[in-house]
């Protein structure tokens, strides 16, 4: 049974920092690009950053550039998305991702970042 679940998230202050993490299983890990989204209130959900499977290749929205990073522990099966120098507009539900070939799209159930002083 394959199962994403994410955590880390919480109430932070602008400026302020949060390291989310998203462990995966019943599937190799290792084998899958893997991603990060968010969706805020009344909004479309969209890309932060992915992560090819060795790690080695990133890529990130256009917001997200030198204040999120995207990491991954292939031994821990866990990807990682730091975030720094965070937003009042940065408030949104955040889950990781990984496609299945076929189009086909598993979700973890995402983990709430509120940015607010």
């Known amino acids: 049974q394959v199962q994403l679940v994410e955590s880390g998230g919480g109430l932070v202050q602008p400026g302020g920092s949060l390291r989310l993490s998203c462990v995966a299983s019943g599937f190799t890990f290792s084998n899958y690009l893997m991603d990060w989204y968010r969706q805020a209130p009344g909004k479309e959900r969209e890309l932060v950053a992915a992560i090819s499977r060795s790690g080695g290749i990133t890529n990130y929205a256009g917001f997200a550039k030198g204040r999120f990073t995207i990491s991954r522990d292939n031994a821990k099966n866990t990807v990682y998305l730091q975030m720094n120098s965070l937003k009042p507009e940065d408030t949104a539900v955040y889950s990781c991702?990984?496609?299945?070939?076929?189009?086909?799209?598993?979700w973890g159930q995402g983990t709430q970042v509120t940015v607010s002083s």
């Open positions: 991702g990984v496609n299945w070939p076929g189009n086909s799209r598993t």
